[in-house]
């Protein structure tokens, strides 16, 4: 009898390109002693608010509530003071599937409109809209994510010094939209202000993603090993 065809095949490890670009980012990191994009930001306490009931085949969005949230403000590659910058919008949903289940998402700058929204775009103001730049699942549907500001008037210079001493809230709209279509929002995401307890998370989309939110496709899957590469090197606080 031959046993080795009856043996299941070993699940196949990282490729190369996934290895090189790891590799990249965990000496990068190393370097650096910190993020290799945005390692400078101000972290906000604040709310995820679901307003009214929804039927997305996501309890977290189905359900009206509020929520404890954390949300880092940050310039990709730290330009000085008020330089424009490839801007980084992170949200921790502390308790987004129960006690203990966070949700992470990671969105930058990049245009609104459907041709523009997978390109990273710099700028030179926090009150601006952030997307996903690369699909999510959400329920069964692909989509993208927003955080679009809800007072477009409202200036935020991308000067990370005075930002740390914002005492008045920032609110955004939480959106998704499919490939072409328009932004419908979904919550509220309020920024109460900068975070007092010195938290600074070690945010991951694809550790802390939700059963029916979570990202999807090719090029995602790169982004669980390349945040546990950069995490690594640095030591992160929060690294599992």
């Known amino acids: 009898m031959n046993t080795a065809a009856q043996t299941s095949p070993a699940r196949p490890g990282p490729g190369a390109p996934t290895r090189f670009v790891t590799g990249l980012v965990r000496v990068g990191a190393a370097l650096r002693g910190k993020r290799l994009f945005h390692p400078h930001g101000v972290v906000f306490d604040a709310v995820f608010t679901v307003s009214r009931a929804q039927r997305f085949g996501v309890p977290l969005l ?3 509530a509020e929520h404890r949230a954390l949300v880092r403000l940050s310039k990709a ?3 000085p003071r008020a330089l424009p910058d490839v ?3 992170a949200v921790r949903v502390v308790d987004a599937d129960g006690e203990g289940s966070p949700l992470d998402l990671a969105l930058a700058t990049t245009g609104s409109r459907p041709v523009l929204r997978h390109l990273l775009t710099p700028r030179r103001d926090f009150a601006t809209t952030f997307t ?3 699909p999510y699942r959400v329920g069964g549907r692909t989509r993208l994510l927003a955080a679009i500001p809800a007072d477009p008037d409202r200036r935020l210079p991308v000067d990370l010094a005075a930002l740390a001493r914002t005492t008045r809230p920032i609110t955004y709209r939480v959106a998704v939209a499919g490939p072409v279509g328009r932004w419908q929002p979904v919550a509220t995401l309020t920024l109460l202000g900068p975070c007092r307890g010195g938290e600074d998370p070690a945010f991951d989309v694809v ?3 939700l059963d029916r939110l979570h990202p999807h496709g090719r090029l995602n ?4 090993p390349t945040y546990r590469a950069s995490q690594r090197a640095r030591g992160a606080a929060g690294h599992r």
């Open 207 to 209: 550790a802390h993603a």
């Open 132 to 134: 996903s730049l690369l």
């Open 87 to 89: 801007l980084g919008l």
């Open 62 to 64: 189905d359900r009206p």
């Open 221 to 224: 899957r790169l982004r669980g």
């Open 77 to 79: 590659v730290s330009t």
